[in-house]
């Protein structure tokens, strides 16, 4: 890898997607994953109601298999829950998560596959990085527990992007205003080395830009969005209006021992 691209002159990184965080893990103390549409605000919603959220990369026999040995509940597809797969079967879609959590025995420890958020936070882990899961939800509490961390914590910001159909990165709007408000959080809570932030990078500073200039309009902005539309039109407005829920939780999801649990 160029040696450039590592960052090293900033404290506080910003890189996208899977390759972006394995590539910068190695010089990163915590590192923030976030996925707005929709791994880390579905994660914001189960850690509020006390689930365990282990997160994996990939949804096949092997997941049912992990599932099984860890006696937790395994999120399907989307669209095959909305399809009725299966009598109140959990997905990506958060409101699937609270009418698991309300229903009796809850929902103690949930398998939640995504090829974006979840690959990127189990990495992250297996690199040796403490990760916390930010989404527009919690991304308030996220900046405030970075910069209690002090200021010589080394921090890597990760938006994780979505996919093209050939599986390349397609870097997502919507995760860019979320590590954006996870920025500008720490930054207002004087954790970046000042109130001009002085301790991030320019691509960290580029996202506390972008999220600034939308904080006032997020709601619509998030529905606007490429990826916004694309659940709109799919029939998942709902998932949209929750992950514009701005700083509606003070819950911060840490991954420890292969499970997000709220600390």
């Known amino acids: 890898m160029i040696p450039a691209h590592r960052q090293?002159?900033?404290?506080?990184?910003?890189?996208?997607?899977?390759?972006?965080?394995?590539?910068?893990?190695?010089?990163?103390?915590?590192?923030?994953?976030?996925?707005?549409?929709?791994?880390?605000?579905?994660?914001?919603?189960?850690?509020?109601?006390?689930?365990?959220?282990?997160?994996?990369?990939?949804?096949?026999?092997r997941a049912a298999a992990?599932?099984?040995?860890?006696?937790?509940v395994l999120a399907v597809g989307r669209s095959s829950a909305a399809a009725g797969a299966g009598p109140g079967e959990v997905s990506l879609a958060p409101a699937t998560v609270r009418a698991a959590q309300r229903r009796p025995?809850?929902?103690?420890?949930?398998?939640?596959?995504?090829?974006?958020?979840?690959?990127i936070s189990a990495a992250l882990?297996?690199?040796?990085?403490?990760?916390?899961?930010?989404?527009?939800?919690?991304?308030?509490?996220?900046g405030r527990r970075l910069a209690a961390l002090g200021r010589d914590a080394r921090l890597l910001v990760v938006p994780a992007g979505e996919r093209w159909p050939d599986g390349s990165l397609r870097p997502a709007v919507e995760d860019l205003w979320g590590a954006g408000a996870v920025l500008a959080a720490l930054v207002d809570a004087g954790g970046a080395g000042g109130a001009d932030g002085a301790g991030l990078g320019p691509e960290a500073r580029a996202a506390e830009a972008a999220w600034r200039a939308v904080a006032g309009r997020l709601p619509a902005e998030l529905a606007a969005c490429a990826s916004g539309q694309?659940?709109?039109?799919?029939?998942?407005?709902d998932d949209v209006a929750v992950a514009a829920e701005v700083d509606a939780s003070d819950v911060v999801p840490v991954l420890e021992d292969g499970a997000f649990r709220p600390a």
């Open 8 to 61: 090293l002159g900033s404290r506080v990184r910003l890189e996208w997607g899977p390759v972006g965080a394995t590539a910068l893990a190695p010089d990163a103390d915590v590192a923030v994953v976030v996925d707005v549409l929709s791994f880390t605000t579905t994660l914001t919603v189960a850690a509020e109601g006390g689930t365990v959220v282990h997160p994996l990369p990939w949804q096949d026999e």
């Open 66 to 72: 992990y599932a099984a040995a860890h006696d937790a």
């Open 105 to 119: 025995g809850g929902l103690p420890r949930l398998v939640l596959p995504s090829p974006n958020g979840s690959a």
């Open 125 to 142: 882990a297996g690199a040796g990085v403490r990760v916390l899961g930010a989404s527009l939800r919690n991304a308030s509490a996220v």
């Open 230 to 237: 694309e659940l709109v039109q799919a029939g998942y407005a």
